[in-house]
């Protein structure tokens, strides 16, 4: 089993930047890809970024791409996500989440097996 905690959500001005924290407990937490989603109101829930089990590998959504960076720690079980320049349209619901066991880095829920809880991001225009 796998737990995934989110931090580092809050209310933020556009333009501002946010550094988002997932801590995994569980002893494969380093052998999956780890991805980072997010929810608006009223949406479905979309990919945002992923990374690769070394990091060597990482892929953002077209929204992101240039603005967001993922990577990880594995000696400390984190996955994290530098938000800059954010806008109104990055309001979510952010949610971490732990691919398959020794598999690529997906960008769809369904490559997913383990999610957290969570973490807010709100931006105000």
């Known amino acids: 089993q796998l737990q995934l905690v989110e931090s580092g959500g809050g209310l933020v001005q556009a333009g501002a930047s946010l550094r988002l924290s997932c801590a995994a407990s569980?002893?494969?937490?380093?052998?999956?890809?780890m991805g980072w989603f997010r929810q608006a109101p009223g949406k479905e829930r979309e990919f945002v970024a992923a990374i690769s089990t070394r990091g060597g590998s990482t892929g953002y959504a077209d929204s992101v791409k240039g603005r967001f960076t993922i990577d990880r720690d594995n000696a400390k079980n984190t996955v994290y996500l530098q938000m800059n320049s954010l806008t109104p349209e990055d309001t979510a619901v952010y949610f971490c989440?732990?691919?398959?066991?020794?598999?690529?880095?997906?960008?769809?829920?369904?490559?997913?097996?383990?999610w957290g809880q969570g973490t807010q991001v709100t931006v105000s225009s």
């Open positions: 569980g002893r494969t937490a380093s052998m999956r890809p």
């Open positions: 989440a732990a691919g398959k066991l020794l598999s690529a880095a997906g960008q769809g829920a369904d490559d997913y097996d383990y």
